[in-house]
């Protein structure tokens, strides 16, 4: 069995953040890993899905690759069968959708995903197959986190309501030995090239403040057919890198902006190309719509992300976001960023674009998932030094430490912020749960030489206010 559906499967469960052992069981019990048409073409792709049942699962699909969906059943089994990237985030979109509304309980998700009416026979086959994905019943999985029962041991949710890191949440399972990546390149279509094969190097920039996240990619001694096609065509950047094991993802999705050929030496030819997070929609993002008296801001949002000409996603919205509703009709026109960073701003929130994604979030606002435990046995770099906001750090390149995510590290180990002489600057304490919050990160790589880290800034913070703060309003970033 070819395993270049795998690798998508995967690379798409840790993009959409679902559980990679269901979905690579559920597809492989479906199709055996084969694009393909069911249920007299009514079932589609890998994952077998019905559009009648699902079509948001496909708009989904059809929105994050930037593709143009079809309106007709044979347009989409086309589109489905034409795509694999396509096919498989329809498949994840479902498989994920369920098994969470289910508990993660397979019988039920197993009830749900076929039908009520599945065999015996058909559910202890897929119950078998999921079992080997697990790493159990002695079975193997090449995906399997370490944990003797196949469950990971440090993708660990931690509550909301208590932001300690609890024991056996640091990366112990897993070595931080043999580097994966995967760099991608497509044009408007949604046609891509894989580069991974040559040698790359990135330096990826990502803040939540006001500048766009931006990337510089440099791909050496591409044929002259595919150097001429990314300058003509290729409209989109895809970077995904980490480790093998869990930590591997997705670091950059963005838009293409320029391309510079060059060369590094008499015999190496380079191509850089220069992207731009969201960049299309930041910059080519029109809306033109009115709203009535009565919506609210959140309905501003959704309108402004789903009307703009150049349609994105949302991401995460601060939950403490106002629901106050509009006294009269207001007319909109203009760029949707101007409006999204105005609204942002009257909340003491920001605003900003990751994976093309919009978020509009505030600093007291608590991150969903795990805090990522940073110590020398889990990657850290060098000496952590405190600044005026929080502390910057070093580490080896790690996909799960994305901006506005929390971060522990051990106090005992950061360097404290000298006071020069002569100024009136405020020596601050750190944070005394060693909570810290991700506002910057910049992640440097070359597939062929030794740069493979992130350089991070964080604020303090431990599901309380960031000490530089004066008011319950203030907004720092």
Not at 101 to 114: A, I, M, P, T
Not at 212 to 221: A, D, G, K, L, R
Not at 345 to 353: G, N, P, R
Request: contains cysteine; proline residues 3%.
């Amino acid at each position: 069995m070819s395993a270049n559906w795998k690798n998508i499967a995967i690379a798409e469960a840790q993009s959409q953040g679902a559980d990679v052992n269901i979905v690579l069981a559920t597809v492989d019990a479906e199709t055996g890993g084969v694009n393909q048409l069911g249920d007299h073409g009514n079932a589609l792709g890998y994952g077998q899905v019905w559009p009648k049942w699902h079509m948001d699962a496909f708009r989904f699909a059809a929105n994050k690759y930037r593709l143009n969906l079809p309106t007709t059943l044979e347009g989409q089994q086309q589109l489905t069968l034409g795509n694999d990237q396509f096919s498989m985030c329809v498949a994840v979109y479902v498989i994920k959708k369920i098994w969470n509304e289910q508990g993660k309980n397979f019988r039920q998700f197993s009830l749900s995903y076929v039908g009520p009416a599945i065999p015996d026979g058909d559910y202890n086959r897929r119950y078998n197959i999921w079992l080997v994905y697990q790493g159990v019943s002695g079975g193997s999985s090449n995906y399997n986190t370490g944990s003797e029962t196949g469950t990971s041991q440090y993708n660990v949710n931690i509550p909301t309501s208590s932001y300690g890191v609890d024991e056996g949440t640091q990366k112990l399972g897993n070595v931080l030995y043999g580097r994966k990546y995967r760099v991608l390149v497509s044009d408007s279509n949604g046609t891509a090239l894989d580069v991974s094969k040559l040698r790359c190097t990135f330096k990826i920039k990502k803040t939540i403040l006001q500048p766009p996240n931006f990337s510089e990619v440099t791909i050496y001694n591409l044929s002259a057919n595919s150097e001429n096609s990314i300058i003509n065509e290729g409209s989109r950047i895809i970077v995904e890198a980490g480790y093998e094991g869990d930590q591997y993802g997705l670091i950059f999705d963005g838009d293409i902006i320029q391309t510079i050929r060059d060369k590094e030496d008499g015999v190496t030819f380079k191509l850089t190309i220069l992207a731009m997070d969201g960049e299309r929609f930041l910059n080519q993002g029109f809306v033109n719509f009115s709203m009535i008296k009565g919506q609210t801001s959140r309905a501003l949002i959704d309108n402004m992300v789903s009307k703009a000409t150049v349609a994105t996603e949302l991401g995460g919205i601060s939950d403490s976001f106002s629901s106050s509703e509009l006294t009269r009709g207001k007319a909109v026109f203009g760029l949707a960023k101007d409006y999204l960073r105005q609204l942002a701003q009257t909340q003491s929130a920001s605003f900003y674009v990751e994976n093309g994604k919009v978020n509009i979030i505030r600093a007291t606002d608590l991150p969903e998932g795990e805090i990522t435990e940073l110590a020398p046995s889990s990657g850290l770099i060098g000496i952590p030094a405190q600044n005026d906001q929080g502390v910057t750090f070093k580490c080896l390149l790690n996909p799960r430490i994305l901006i506005n995510s929390l971060v522990h590290i051990d106090n005992s180990s950061i360097r404290a912020q000298a006071l020069q002489a002569g100024s009136t600057q405020i020596l601050r304490s750190l944070d005394h749960d060693g909570i810290y919050r991700v506002v910057s990160t910049t992640y440097i790589g070359d597939t062929r030489g030794d740069d493979w880290y992130s350089e991070c800034e964080t604020v303090s913070q431990a599901g309380l206010m960031p000490g530089m703060m004066n008011t319950v309003t203030a907004n720092p970033w």
